[in-house]
């Protein structure tokens, strides 16, 4: 997928990868290729849900995303400008444009600084205002978040999981970023309680028109979240979609049995289960070829041998699988029940 | 209502906790029943009381602080609650035996996987190193892992998230039990090892005719794999009826909103239900109906009495005020 930039794009991710060394043993050294060629773009205002399962890689993009890692080859333009050749203050000054929430609140959080230290220090490194100037903000994103201004003068410690997870988007926030990638923000947290922050996190990107890449393991609050979809297994993008698609037409095989796999609470809708063989491989290790062909119900002797690409088999939906890109016996596969 | 089907029949359990701030009153009051092949899901937030009433049927609770108070925990015809420590080792593992949330922390990480799971079928059933080692096998086998005999020597850090969860599963059924208990035990899983889990559940109770007393959090998981499932807040139970009525038709406004608080995988939903506020502190919980500082249906006698579970149609039950007065959602 070749995507080129034009005023509507705030994120430009191009064949980006990230790849671990790994020390086993006295010499050897194994290559894990935890993000390998991931492009994508996401405009201003969209929500960008990443959802794959543990080991695929989702974390480690959106962290090289952020340039908390170096990666190993590709660029990431954000607002046409290449964020890895930034440096001092220049680089600071992008980084208040795009912000991250932590899926652990516990351990997020600084427990040495109350919540009014942290959020002031934030706009003083940032050197937003003067002192009073800087407390105003403070108690507006505090109040914008659910809480009280009372709270500032409190540590982590006399928090709930969700009220934490509250400060954590309050400070996500209070730069006024363009772009906030949420790393499972709601999976540590009690059903009602992660209901709670995926409500506030979906009406504040609506007002303050921010972008999401919205990482997850859990297809439903992706639903919920997302505009468009990216479906992620060892290290690339398999799938990409808006959600009604994703949903209404999932296509790539993993997608498909991800989606058959997961349970519905209703005890009318029973799905075909398609099986999914297997683990999902080391990625020190993957597979020749596609990454998903040795789970793969449907693989094809090619699949073995060459990497699919990143296709637009229908306007704006991509897949990464030959059943798509060798002839058309893409349509018979099309019929899901969901 | 006592029928030879029932294989658990829990009533009236209080299980409280001795803590210096004060007594937490985990589990205040539950009964309920397991029949022969059943699978029973109880659901609720996390301190609901749920892992404390399973916990409570096998005597883990810990004591100090823990203890069971008062109440009767029928299995099989026997009190488990008068029996003596000794007797008690002898139900554990044999006819009631548990599957917990987090497999690898629940394994012994200084023993291979043959290891402890010969141990259990050598404690409770004996014979010889060979026929113990050839059980082990089986049962790996039932479980569907391929080349059992190599996992035996592995130690459970070698082996990954979800076939360490079959490993548990195998442990547990190898004295092929009368009573499954699973606390959470798709929690940690990724979706695809969860659906293996899950189908190996519901093999077990189609075989063997096991009974399965499962503890989740997720409505989608309980659909899939029980018949018949009660609803927790605070230590009791506000509702429980079988598996189609109370997703199809939940009655009380905790369930009701608690479902719609899950996203869902099937429908687009512009907000999801959310309840004000958070789960009470058991030590002093509110007075009344537990639910009713939350609740959006309350009336002026929530807050004075205190519900009881009475049966709004055949073999659905619910704990409300304001459902008995006709009417919620």
């Not at chain 1, 979240?225 to 992620?232: E, K, L, P, Q, Y």
């Amino acid at each position: 997928m070749k995507e080129t930039i034009d005023g509507n794009t705030l994120l430009l991710v191009s064949d980006l990868k990230k790849h671990f060394y790994v020390k086993k043993g006295f010499r050897k050294v194994h290559v894990l290729k935890a993000v390998d060629g991931v492009s994508f773009k996401l405009r201003p205002g969209e929500v960008l849900g990443l959802v794959g399962e543990s080991g695929c890689g989702k974390t480690t993009l959106g962290r090289t995303i952020l340039r908390l890692y170096r990666p190993t080859s590709g660029t990431v333009l954000f607002e046409g400008k290449n964020i890895y050749q930034f440096s001092g203050e220049q680089l600071r000054k992008m980084r208040a444009g795009m912000q991250i929430i932590f899926q652990d609140p516990y351990s997020s959080l600084n427990p040495r600084l109350t919540i009014g230290k942290m959020l002031h220090e934030i706009l003083s490194s940032h050197k937003i205002g003067n002192g009073g100037q800087r407390q105003e903000r403070v108690e507006e994103i505090i109040i914008k978040v659910g809480l009280e201004p009372m709270h500032l003068k409190r540590f982590p410690h006399e928090f709930s999981g969700g009220q934490r997870q509250r400060i954590a988007i309050a400070r996500a926030l209070i730069l006024y970023p363009r772009l906030i990638i949420a790393d499972e923000p709601s999976s540590s947290l009690d059903m009602s309680i992660q209901a709670q922050i995926l409500n506030l996190m979906k009406s504040l990107q609506k007002e303050m028109e921010i972008s999401y890449l919205f990482i997850t393991h859990n297809l439903s609050a992706a639903r919920f979240m997302s505009d468009r979809i990216a479906v992620m297994y060892l290290g690339k993008i398999v799938e990409l979609a808006d959600r009604t698609q994703i949903f209404q037409n999932p296509s790539h095989p993993y997608t498909r049995a991800l989606l058959s796999l997961c349970p519905i609470p209703d005890p009318d809708t029973r799905i075909q289960q398609v099986e999914l063989k297997g683990e999902v491989p080391s990625p020190v290790n993957p597979p020749t070829g596609c990454p998903f062909h040795p789970r793969c119900l449907e693989a094809l002797a090619i699949c073995s041998k060459q990497i699919p690409v990143l296709t637009e088999i229908k306007p704006n939906h991509y897949v990464a699988c030959f059943l798509f890109t060798q002839q058309n016996n893409a349509v018979t596969l099309q019929s899901n029940p969901r | 209502m006592t029928s030879p089907d029932d294989i658990l029949r829990i009533i009236d359990l209080r299980t409280y906790f001795f803590t210096s701030d004060g007594v937490v009153k985990a589990v205040d009051g539950v009964n309920f029943t397991i029949s022969k092949g059943e699978s029973v899901g109880l659901v609720g937030e996390s301190g609901c009381g749920k892992t404390v009433t399973a916990f409570s049927t096998l005597q883990l609770v810990p004591n100090p602080p823990g203890r069971i108070v008062s109440g009767q925990i029928h299995f099989k015809g026997k009190d488990l609650l008068k029996l003596s420590k000794k007797e008690i080792r002898g139900v554990r593992g044999k006819e009631i035996a548990m599957v917990f949330q987090e497999p690898s922390s629940s394994m012994n990480p200084s023993f291979t996987i043959g290891n402890q799971i010969e141990e259990v079928i050598r404690f409770h059933q004996g014979g010889s190193s060979i026929h113990v080692r050839k059980k082990a096998t089986d049962i790996l086998e039932a479980v569907q892992i391929a080349d059992p005999k190599r996992i035996l020597m592995q130690y459970p850090h070698e082996l990954s998230g979800g076939m360490l969860q079959r490993v548990m599963i195998a442990m547990a059924i190898s004295c092929e039990p009368d009573l499954l208990i699973c606390d959470e035990p798709t929690t940690a899983l990724d979706v695809s090892m969860q659906a293996q889990v899950i189908n190996l559940l519901n093999d077990l109770r189609r075989e063997r005719g096991t009974s399965i007393f499962f503890i989740t959090h997720d409505f989608g998981v309980l659909s899939w794999v029980c018949t018949y499932a009660a609803v927790m807040y605070a230590g009791k139970i506000v509702e429980q009826a079988d598996i189609r009525n109370l997703l199809k038709s939940p009655e009380h406004p905790y369930t009701h909103t608690l479902m719609g608080a899950s996203p869902r995988l099937d429908r687009d939903s512009e907000m999801l239900d959310s309840i004000p506020g958070s789960v009470p502190n058991l030590i002093n919980p509110p007075s009344g109906c537990r639910f009713h500082p939350r609740c959006d249906y309350k009336l002026p006698i929530c807050s004075k009495e205190i519900p009881r579970l009475s049966e709004k149609r055949q073999g659905h039950w619910v704990a409300c005020f304001a459902e008995s007065e006709g009417g919620v959602a």
